[in-house]
């Protein structure tokens, strides 16, 4: 069965720090894997996404994320934070396969706050 | 870009009533909602597919009696909380995929935030 672990609950940075947040996955067979953010009032809106390919995947609002399979990790980063970034950040994994096909299944989520 | 909407953004009910919510994707046909729940500081639950023109796919332990879905049309999915109780209070949240069936382009509602007395 599918699952994410994101190991972080809460993460505090102050603004034009850099930034972290982990996300582990299990998964049988190759991930399709995903970071959405959370912002209060908001629907989800994705980050980034990895199919295949490049193992380092550019997404919006200057974030990345590095595909690792050794590690079954897909750790999202941003080399400064801005105020604005502050909200709940959700790692998925997505069925590739099968009769779950185009599935999400996602982490508990990290909340970010930022520190002027 | 792809808007889903949801309505209503808050409802509350008694126990014992049914509560319909509807998620709509305003510009682009969807021919796979998906349904979920989302408890105070956990994670997105999957609730359930919906496809359009056939009958919703359940995840386990979701109880398909209860949470009644139905995919009238290719812009339109509906989530009824029948027979609402206290422990069904939570934030309902719909996504929609434009794929054929799937892209993974999954674009989500606002959510709806049920609370029932």
């Known amino acids: 069965a599918q699952s994410v672990t994101q190991p972080d609950i809460h993460i505090t940075v102050s603004e034009g720090a850099s930034l972290e947040l982990r996300c582990n996955y299990s998964y049988g067979a190759t991930p399709y894997l995903f970071w959405y953010v959370q912002s209060p009032g908001q629907g989800l809106q994705l980050l980034l996404k990895y199919f295949s390919g490049d193992t380092l995947v550019q997404g919006i609002k200057g974030f990345e994320a590095e595909f690792k399979r050794s590690q079954s990790s897909f750790n999202l980063r941003k080399p400064s934070v801005h105020w604005s970034d502050a909200a709940e950040y959700f790692c998925?994994?997505?069925?590739?396969?099968?009769?779950?096909?185009?599935?999400?299944?996602f982490g508990r989520g990290t909340q970010l706050t930022v520190w002027p | 870009g792809a808007v889903v909407s949801q309505h209503p953004s808050r409802v509350i009910c008694k126990s014992g009533t049914s509560v319909k919510i509807e998620c709509r994707s305003l510009?682009?046909?969807?021919?796979?909602m998906f349904w979920y729940r989302q408890f105070p500081k956990q994670s997105l639950m999957l609730m359930a597919t919906?496809?359009?023109?056939?009958?919703?796919?359940?995840e386990q332990g979701v109880e398909k009696d209860k949470f009644l879905i139905n995919h009238a049309s290719l812009t339109l999915s509906t989530l009824t909380v029948t027979s609402a109780h206290p422990e069904d209070s939570s934030f309902y949240i719909c996504?929609?995929?434009?794929?054929?069936?799937?892209?993974?382009?999954?674009?989500f509602g606002p959510g709806t935030r049920l609370t029932v007395t």
């Open positions: 510009d682009f046909q969807a021919t796979t």
């Open positions: 998925a994994v997505g069925a590739s396969r099968g009769s779950t096909l185009g599935r999400l299944y």
């Open positions: 919906s496809n359009e023109g056939s009958k919703a796919t359940y």
């Open positions: 996504s929609a995929d434009p794929g054929q069936p799937v892209s993974y382009e999954q674009y």
